[in-house]
């Protein structure tokens, strides 16, 4: 067994780099072309990981959505839903989201350990909270993914998840999707916050596809010495 997942991280974004905009309403960045692409490229996967902010904010359910996608997956021996995983500090999240009612795989919350003993509690039969240490940290989640089976993890934000994975040099693939406008508001959140990345002018990312969506465009990179 590796000792973590192969990491594919997937984000759309407008031009100028924001993942929505300072509005009540959620920004649409992609298209239900692109959607689609997306729950394929789900269907594919072991394993869905979002942060709690974005659990907090989307209230995703994150399910192939396909029919038949669903049923490929049963007949390769796989569930017809990805196990769901989220990371939380604070404990903050609320058990009535879809994240932990909608979907019959398990849902894995990984908390530090002053936060998973009461946030467990909380969550009983609803998800399994892991304590991931003092403080919580990736490498002991993507170890814990791989010991439970999950060889393709989806990572799919929001900012702070995608800087965490990316400054850990813990990614393998990114799947970018550029969307034809900018935002432009500084208070907007962005593709990724401030840090120091592995991903840099003298180790740079390459360029595997490049890829037309209508107006659209998907940009998927391989990261470091990104696995197959």
Same mark, same amino acid.
């Given at each position: 067994? %590796?000792?973590?997942?192969?990491v594919?991280l997937?984000?759309?974004?407008?031009?100028d780099g924001?993942i +929505?905009? #300072?509005?009540p309403?959620?920004l649409?960045?992609s298209s239900?072309?692109?959607w689609?692409?997306v729950?394929?490229?789900?269907?594919g996967?072991?394993?869905?990981l979002?942060?709690?902010?974005? =659990? *907090? #904010?989307?209230?995703?359910r994150?399910?192939?959505r396909?029919a038949?996608r669903?049923e490929q997956?049963?007949?390769?021996?796989?569930?017809?839903?990805?196990?769901? =995983?989220t990371?939380?500090w %604070?404990?903050d999240?609320?058990?009535g989201?879809?994240?932990?009612?909608?979907?019959? %795989?398990?849902?894995?919350?990984?908390?530090?350990?002053?936060?998973?003993?009461?946030l467990a509690?909380?969550l009983s039969g609803l998800a399994e909270? =892991? +304590?991931? !240490?003092?403080?919580?940290?990736l490498?002991?989640v993507?170890g814990?993914?791989?010991?439970?089976g999950?060889?393709?993890l989806?990572?799919? !934000?929001?900012?702070?998840?995608?800087t965490l994975?990316?400054?850990?040099?813990?990614?393998?693939e990114?799947?970018l999707?550029?969307a034809?406008?900018f935002? !432009?508001?500084?208070?907007?959140? *962005?593709?990724v916050?401030?840090g120091v990345f592995?991903?840099s002018?003298?180790?740079?990312m390459?360029?595997?596809?490049?890829?037309?969506? !209508?107006?659209l #465009?998907?940009?998927r990179?391989? =990261?470091?010495? #990104? *696995?197959?």
């Open positions: 067994m %590796s000792e973590r997942p192969y594919l997937s984000c759309a974004m407008s031009a924001y +929505d905009d #300072a509005t309403e959620r649409r960045l239900t072309a692109d689609d692409r729950d394929a490229v789900r269907a996967c072991d394993a869905i979002v942060g709690a902010g974005t =659990v *907090r #904010a989307d209230d995703p994150l399910l192939v396909s038949a669903r997956r049963v007949a390769r021996g796989l569930p017809p839903d990805l196990t769901k =995983v990371l939380t %604070s404990g999240l609320d058990p989201a879809r994240f932990f009612t909608t979907g019959g %795989s398990p849902k894995l919350v990984y908390a530090p350990t002053g936060t998973a003993g009461g509690a909380r909270v =892991v +304590d991931a !240490g003092d403080p919580l940290a490498a002991a993507l814990d993914l791989a010991a439970r999950v060889r393709r989806m990572v799919e !934000g929001g900012g702070g998840i995608h994975f990316l400054t850990a040099d813990a990614v393998d990114l799947q999707v550029v034809p406008f935002v !432009g508001d500084p208070s907007a959140p *962005r593709f916050r401030s592995p991903q002018p003298a180790r740079p390459r360029l595997q596809e490049a890829t037309r969506i !209508g107006d #465009a998907l940009l990179y391989l =990261v470091g010495r #990104a *696995r197959g």
